[in-house]
């Protein structure tokens, strides 16, 4: 059973870097076909897809983030990390961690998510 568990602050200040990481399990992040993906929803706001890390390690963002956002890996701890730098408030949301299929679309499995919220 493919599980995936996002951790990291709850509470970030304005201008810092938010970290997140996000702990799967019942599957590796090598296996061929998925991508890792990070998503996030503010309060009353739909969903935003914010970037992905491919099962050989590329990545790719979201044009609107890609200046503010990292995603790695560490395939040791079978475990994917989102970084956001230069936190305003509006980057409070759930942040959601889940794996998305390549071949036949859609995500599979998902994080319960977390809240971040980003306050002084």
């Known amino acids: 059973q493919v599980q995936l568990q996002e951790s990291g602050p709850g509470l970030v200040k304005p201008s810092q870097t938010l970290s997140l990481t996000c702990t799967v399990s019942?599957?590796?992040?090598?296996?061929?076909?998925?991508?890792w993906t990070w998503i996030r929803q503010p309060p009353g706001k739909g969903l935003e897809w914010m970037g992905a890390i491919h099962y050989s390690g590329s990545t790719n963002y979201n044009p609107s983030l890609k200046s503010r956002t990292s995603i790695s890996r560490d395939t040791s701890k079978n475990q994917f990390t989102l970084q956001l730098s230069s936190v305003t408030p509006e980057d409070t949301a759930v942040y959601y961690c889940?794996?998305?299929?390549?071949?036949?679309?859609?995500?599979?499995?998902w994080g319960k998510g977390t809240l971040v919220t980003v306050s002084s």
């Open positions: 019942g599957a590796f992040i090598t296996t061929s076909g998925y991508y």
């Open positions: 889940a794996r998305r299929r390549i071949a036949a679309g859609g995500y599979d499995h």
